[in-house]
């Protein structure tokens, strides 16, 4: 009795099998078509990417590029390779936490990021402290790359907040950006006992 209802489930599952393989075979056609129209758009959105942050990467350091590794067909394991150079006539190498030093990550972070402006469909960015460790020329380049490109009423960007406990004199500013200095600590006087206080970062 055992062996019939076993035979009987055996040959269900059987009879299951053409319609598994046509539903297989039709999930693969439209994976195929879903493929060949988002690759192309994702490649066109990768080498704006890569175009803007060779160019900023040109201004600040020596070079960048940004690629697409699509070596397997499994998405999840698709990911962007970013190079970078620092000095002059040095090869670019993949961009990673140990061979490059502190301000050289927030470097090529701060312009990645930046070239990532007009792209996306985000509100705004919050930046913490992304100056650190970089050297005052890499600063005073990122700094005017952000603004720049934050400011530009051509470009469709986010709003951009850069919050940092220090800035450099001199740095390049815009108009259209805020900025707010905020004095908090133990140590701040009252107001009322320093009231030019009231007056600083007001603008002509």
């Known amino acids: 009795e055992l062996l019939e209802v076993n035979r009987g489930k055996i040959q269900k599952l059987g009879n299951l099998i053409p319609e598994l393989e046509n539903a297989r075979d039709e999930t693969q056609v439209e994976l195929k078509r879903i493929h060949d129209e988002w690759k192309p758009e994702l490649e066109k959105i990768i080498q704006i990417v890569d175009t803007d942050f060779g160019a900023n990467m040109r201004v600040v350091a020596s070079g960048g590029s940004v690629t697409l590794d699509h070596g397997t067909p499994d998405y999840s394991k698709w990911k962007l390779i970013i190079k970078v150079s620092f000095r002059d006539a040095e090869e670019l190498t993949q961009f990673n936490g140990a061979q490059h030093s502190g301000g050289e990550k927030s470097t090529t972070t701060a312009v990645f990021l930046n070239s990532l402006q007009g792209l996306t469909n985000t509100p705004f960015r919050i930046v913490d402290e992304i100056n650190q460790g970089m050297d005052a ?6 700094h005017k790359l952000i603004v720049t490109k934050a400011t530009d009423p051509d470009i469709k960007a986010s709003q951009y907040f850069l919050i940092t406990p220090k800035l450099l004199t001199g740095l ?5 950006m805020s900025i707010h200095c905020i004095f ?5 006087p009252m107001f009322k006992d320093e009231a030019s ?7 002509d």
């Open 172 to 176: 390049h500013y815009s108009a259209r």
């Open 184 to 188: 908090a600590g133990k140590w701040t």
């Open 197 to 203: 206080f009231l007056e600083m970062g007001v603008s």
């Open 137 to 142: 020329m890499n600063e005073r380049n990122a």
